[in-house]
């Protein structure tokens, strides 16, 4: 009869977690040979999502306004209390830590609070837009500033929620809702990418989406390569780029230096900027998205595994 060995006992229960970790973990803290090259790129401005950064004292002043969302959020379905929520995300909390690669630090009623309030907020958020857009006086929606950097850092790869928590809050505060939720989040980033991107047909099933990131990097990169348009249908295809400063002053538009450099959206949410512009361009800020993307998704295809860290260690 054969000994047990505790060395080999204690192997194979590494190897046991090792193969349940592998097929979900798909929240990543960005490789030090990217942060190395711009380490501001992958941090968030004003808004936490998530573990990594939750807590840090330049981000706090957007957790009162994630209770305010969780209070619009909570009348969606007034049959729905607090606390079947709070269950639903309980039930989830075990499956959620998976996706994180690092070990999430946080006791359990902390993390399913972070799920909760952190879902809450990016779901509300979404279907706020995806219904009245842009709302005046809404410190979060009504500010073009706030709304383009709450967008990036939603972004973030360090910043991410997985999905399955955003579906089943989803589900149980607009079950007749008849625009899934892939729908309404593709709509909510459309703004920030060139062209026409976010095609219906393009986009993943809920199931198959692992977080934001993931149903942005999987729709705006085609997962087949575009029919280019033939040269008469290419002079009728849109441009969405910003005119040149030429085009604009002849358009009526005055163009001046402003005397400060731009205030960030946190102190515009705080009420110290008073007109960040004058007029509204759409989609804004694209060349910063481009270059933000153009960042973030090789950060997301080096530990997806789609490119080899051959320059060091993809761990963060």
């Avoid at 998976?98 to 070990?103: E, F, K, P, V």
């Avoid at 393009?202 to 040269?231: A, F, G, M, Q, T």
Wanted: aromatic fraction near 8%; glycine fraction near 6%; hydrophobic fraction near 35%.
């Amino acid at each position: 009869m054969n000994r047990r060995d505790p060395l080999s006992d204690k192997i194979q229960i590494s190897l046991q977690n090792l193969s349940t970790n592998q097929s979900t973990c798909s929240i990543f803290k960005v490789p030090r040979v990217l942060r190395s090259v711009n380490s501001r790129a992958y941090e968030p401005e004003i808004l936490s999502i998530g573990p990594y950064h939750r807590g840090k004292d330049d981000l706090k002043m957007m957790e009162e306004h994630k209770m305010h969302y969780l209070k619009m959020f909570l009348q969606r379905r007034p049959g729905n209390s607090l606390t079947s929520y709070v269950a639903a995300m309980r039930g989830l909390e075990e499956r959620a830590c998976r996706y994180y690669h690092q070990q999430v630090s946080l006791e359990k009623d902390e993390f399913v609070e972070m799920l909760l309030l952190d879902g809450c907020f990016i779901v509300e958020l979404i279907c706020k837009i995806a219904t009245f857009g842009p709302q005046q006086g809404d410190p979060v929606t009504g500010n073009i500033s706030v709304l383009s950097t709450i967008s990036h850092d939603m972004l973030l790869l360090e910043n991410q929620l997985p999905f399955c928590a955003l579906l089943e809050l989803f589900s149980m505060a607009m079950p007749n809702e008849r625009d899934p939720l892939v729908d309404k989040v593709s709509g909510f980033f459309k703004w920030m990418l060139p062209g026409s991107r976010l095609e219906r047909n393009n986009i993943i099933s809920s199931h198959e989406c692992k977080h934001l990131l993931d149903l942005v990097y999987h729709n705006w990169l085609l997962r087949s390569p575009p029919v280019l348009p033939r040269e008469s249908e290419a002079k009728s295809i849109k441009s969405e780029f910003i005119r040149s400063a030429k085009e604009l002053k002849e358009a009526g538009i005055s163009i001046r230096t402003s005397g400060d450099a731009l205030r960030s959206a946190a102190q515009c949410m705080d009420g110290e900027a008073e007109a960040y512009v004058n007029f509204q361009i759409n989609p804004p800020t694209m060349l910063e998205n481009i270059q933000y993307l153009a960042e973030e998704i090789p950060a997301f295809d080096m530990d997806q595994g789609y490119i080899s860290p051959v320059l060091g260690s993809s761990k963060g």
